[in-house]
């Protein structure tokens, strides 16, 4: 048998011209695929950075995929199959390239997104305050993306679709009011950014502790009894919002009121208060502790002892240590803490 008759039954016979572009599919996405990774990969070897031999990872085998669909796709059009099957056939193997390259494309922005957010030499303040929206931003034009292409591939008009839905949309919003708010509020809290992930906070409904995870549609803080409370971000974008991380830096100073008796030795109650600031370890020794002689209150001396703490959820069990110590303090150099006393005069009647 020679060639042209091994080419006449190939090519007149619609089965084997299938299988023959088939294979052919398998073998052209088979060199594409290797020369995609050969030379790219040299390329991105001369690059300082690993993103791109990622990304490279990610990327070959949904083009190596796409080629062999496509040639699939191609030989199914050869064979002598009624157009409904042929529509579905097509419609499938579209799907499964968009869903194929979606996943690629969703698994390289997710790497893209740790990557940049863990890169040094960025301002950390802004890099945590916009990861986050980029982050949802990103998957949500990612997920709408996939499905217009879905519908693409099955040739459903999405713009008639889009016109006819106005009506339902207006229905739906109104259903569904309270997602719509929280994702807004969520994009918005991003945005202006009153907190960012690893903040320590206190809500006016008072919730406090560190912000877990910053969502589309809520906010997860995990508070100091290891119990994490989500919370609409509709609610939390109108509650009042204490921040006791957003300073400069996320050291808090704390001030411990203390009342002494009329008569005391003040310079003797700032030294042992001072003393013992200072000799806590778990007070920062910059800034210095500080002792202030407030006012002179109605049944004693009101003095303010100032000092500073690593951090805020510290503020509990430091001021614990730092009032058990004054009191047993004050009583070893006899000063006294004073308590509310009233005189009462009793005026007896003159007819009595």
């Given at each position: 048998m020679n060639y042209e008759q091994i080419y006449n039954i190939i090519f007149t016979n619609p089965?084997?011209?299938?299988?023959?572009?088939?294979?052919?599919?398998?073998?052209?996405?088979?060199?594409?695929?290797?020369?995609?990774?050969?030379?790219?990969?040299?390329?991105?070897?001369?690059?300082?950075?690993?993103?791109?031999?990622h990304i490279i990872d990610i990327l070959h085998r949904p083009?190596?995929?796409?080629?062999?669909?496509?040639?699939?796709?191609?030989?199914?059009?050869?064979?002598?199959?009624?157009?409904?099957?042929?529509f579905i056939i097509n419609g499938s193997l579209k799907t499964i390239i968009v869903i194929i390259w979606g996943s690629?494309?969703?698994k390289s922005f997710i790497y893209t997104i740790n990557w940049y957010s863990s890169k040094s030499g960025l301002r950390k303040q802004n890099q945590k305050r916009l990861m986050p929206l980029f982050d949802n931003l990103g998957k949500i034009i990612i997920f709408i993306a996939v499905i217009y292409f879905i519908f693409i591939s099955w040739g459903i008009n999405v713009t008639g679709w889009l016109a006819s839905a106005g009506i339902l949309g207006i229905v739906l919003g109104l259903a569904a009011k309270d997602t719509l708010a929280?994702?807004?509020?969520?994009?918005?809290?991003?945005?202006?950014?009153?907190?960012?992930?690893?903040?320590?906070i206190n809500l006016d409904t008072g919730e406090r502790g560190y912000v877990k995870n910053i969502g589309i549609r809520s906010t997860r803080?995990?508070?100091?009894?290891?119990?994490?409370?989500?919370?609409?971000?509709?609610?939390?974008?109108?509650?009042?919002?204490?921040?006791?991380?957003?300073?400069?830096?996320?050291?808090?100073?704390?001030?411990?009121?203390?009342?002494?008796?009329?008569?005391?030795?003040?310079?003797?109650?700032?030294?042992?208060?001072?003393?013992?600031?200072?000799?806590?370890?778990?007070?920062?020794?910059?800034?210095?502790p500080r002792v202030r002689f407030r006012e002179f209150g109605d049944s004693a001396?009101?003095?303010?002892?100032?000092?500073?703490?690593?951090?805020?959820e510290m503020r509990g069990r430091v001021v614990d240590s730092v009032n058990s110590v004054i009191y047993n303090r004050f009583i070893d150099h006899n000063i006294e803490i004073p308590f509310p006393q009233r005189t009462i005069h009793i005026k007896k009647s003159i007819d009595e």
């Open positions: 089965f084997y011209k299938a299988i023959f572009y088939i294979l052919l599919s398998i073998l052209v996405a088979k060199i594409s695929d290797l020369i995609f990774k050969s030379l790219l990969r040299k390329m991105a070897g001369k690059t300082k950075t690993t993103i791109d031999d083009i190596y995929l796409s080629i062999l669909f496509v040639g699939l796709g191609f030989s199914a059009s050869l064979l002598d199959i009624l157009s409904s099957i042929q690629a494309i969703f929280n994702l807004f509020a969520g994009i918005f809290i991003m945005a202006d950014s009153p907190y960012k992930e690893g903040d320590y803080i995990m508070t100091r009894d290891d119990i994490e409370i989500t919370i609409p971000n509709s609610v939390i974008a109108n509650s009042k919002i204490i921040n006791e991380s957003g300073g400069p830096v996320e050291m808090e100073r704390v001030r411990v009121n203390v009342s002494v008796a009329y008569g005391s030795d003040i310079e003797k109650v700032r030294s042992v208060l001072m003393e013992i600031a200072q000799s806590n370890d778990e007070v920062c020794s910059e800034p210095l001396l009101i003095f303010q002892l100032l000092f500073w703490i690593e951090k805020p």
